[in-house]
């Protein structure tokens, strides 16, 4: 294509073949006030000027954003700028995008649970809920879930602390387990599975040890990197009775606040050990009783928390939701002899 010459005009077929516009776009935009024609000659013809073409390029551009004809006239008859212009119609587009992730997110969680028509209603209700009804919705689970349940005080409490929060511009994932969280936690044999579970888990001696306020504040705090550094060998394949294990067993076991502990009931490890394979019982006797026991392998509110955790963008490292805890190998780890301590 030959290059355009500042004082020469071009028939309206140069100019769409230049700009990428069909010939009735053209027209269309000249006939709107929008780029009007340079010049029309006595037989009708429509003649443009190079500046008359670069306006062209630039609605071409614009509408393929798809940008209003009133903002592109605005900008072009010059009562607003490039910026002003662009950044509202990126708010526009963005608004746009997050109603299409939560439209595909319920089409995809449709899809999954083969749901009725009933459920696609409701999922576009909970697509579509406000901060405060998700946090009527959550408040309302907590309530049936913990109350009148015999924990240990202030364990409630600190149960309530996790909780969803969808950010502003959620991904298709964030809003694929709010879904998954809205429907869940408003159902009913959930939160039994959840109540049963916490009460089985949590009102047991060792239970309620575990759920004492500084035990609580160790294991989200100061023992947490070290029980993340223990799993980590774990997923390695490290065998429990290795030197490096057995030292940060000793660190865990060392930090631990004991003097809460309910009653002495042997060693600092065997205590701890017996607690481990009491979870690991649990769960074995839930594998052998079916999914709906409240220590199944994926249990109720194990779930719930790791759908929170990817709500809000805060998975695991390195392990799936679905990751079991190893129960088995940290028991023997801790029930490992001195002697062979060092092998």
Do not use: C
């Not at 005009?9 to 009007?36: C, E, F, K, N």
């Not at 888990?201 to 060792?206: A, D, L």
């Not at 000793?250 to 002495?264: I, K, S, T």
């Amino acid at each position: 294509m030959a290059a355009m010459n500042d004082t020469e005009l071009y028939p309206i077929g140069d100019v769409a073949r230049r700009t990428g516009l069909s010939v009735s776009a053209v027209r269309y935009y000249g006939d709107t006030g929008i780029v009007p024609a340079t010049r029309v000659t006595a037989a009708g013809h429509r003649l443009y000027d190079v500046a008359a073409i670069a306006r062209l390029e630039l609605v071409r551009t614009l509408r393929e954003l798809d940008t209003g004809l009133d903002g592109i006239r605005q900008l072009l008859d010059g009562e607003t700028d490039l910026h002003g212009l662009l950044a509202a119609h990126l708010e526009i587009v963005e608004r746009q995008g997050r109603a299409l992730r939560a439209r595909r997110a319920v089409l995809r969680t449709l899809l999954k649970q083969h749901g009725t028509t009933a459920q696609a209603a409701l999922l576009h209700r909970l697509a579509s809920l406000s901060d405060e009804e998700r946090e009527r919705i959550v408040d309302a689970f907590w309530t049936e879930v913990v109350t009148d349940l015999d924990l240990t005080p202030g364990f409630a409490d600190r149960l309530r602390t996790a909780r969803p929060v969808l950010p502003e511009d959620p991904t298709t994932g964030q809003l694929e387990a709010w879904l998954e969280l809205a429907n869940l936690v408003q159902d009913a044999e959930f939160r039994s599975a959840v109540r049963t579970e916490l009460r089985d888990t949590y009102g047991t001696t060792e239970g309620r040890f575990v759920t004492t306020a500084p035990v609580q504040d160790f294991i989200h705090e100061e023992g947490a990197p070290i029980m993340e550094r223990l799993l980590a060998e774990h997923r390695a394949g490290t065998p429990a009775d290795a030197p490096h294990v057995q030292e940060l067993i000793d660190a865990f076991v060392r930090a631990v606040p004991w003097n809460l502990a309910p009653q002495p009931g042997g060693s600092r490890r065997a205590r701890l050990a017996r607690l481990y394979r009491e979870y690991e019982r649990l769960r074995t006797e839930a594998q052998r009783e079916g999914a709906d026991h409240p220590f199944a392998a994926n249990p109720a509110h194990d779930r719930y928390l790791s759908l929170v955790a990817v709500i809000n963008g805060t998975p695991p490292a390195d392990a799936g939701p679905e990751a079991p805890m190893p129960f088995t190998w940290l028991a023997t780890a801790l029930s490992t002899p001195a002697e062979s301590r060092a092998g």
